[in-house]
């Protein structure tokens, strides 16, 4: 039996087919619910499964309404390209977490990572930023593979 939770969001998104394809991966992976901070994008068809009508989708005003409102003792997260970040193959995942990834454009702030308990980055062969659908992605894939669930 799996315990604790997981969920994955979104620091003010720029792109709803970014947001939608990122929803639709917390479906598959089983996000307790999925959120976003701030709000400038519009609702794309990439969410195929309808995320919003099988978990919760939070929409929070800014990073102190998020913090405010994350479930008791519930790490943050953040995901971002910073040399203090923990490397995901090494990074062990808390039993109870919320992941939030930054924008398109801009990523996460030196304000907004200081809110999080904890940094991931995804080491890549090159120094180009990746998609924040493609990184959420792989990092909840990496959040299944180590629960030792496959």
Known sequence: MMRGFFAVGVYHPKRGCNVGTLLRS?????????????????????DTPNTPRHVPLFHFADMDDLVEHLPHSTPLVGVELVPEATPLPKFHHP???CHLLGAEDYGLSAKVLEACHAGIVIPCPTPQTMNVAVAGSIVLYDRFIKSGRV
């Open 26 to 46: 917390a479906t598959i992976y089983g996000a307790a619910f999925v959120f976003t901070v701030g709000r400038r994008y519009q609702r794309q068809a990439s």
């Open 95 to 97: 039993e109870r977490a």
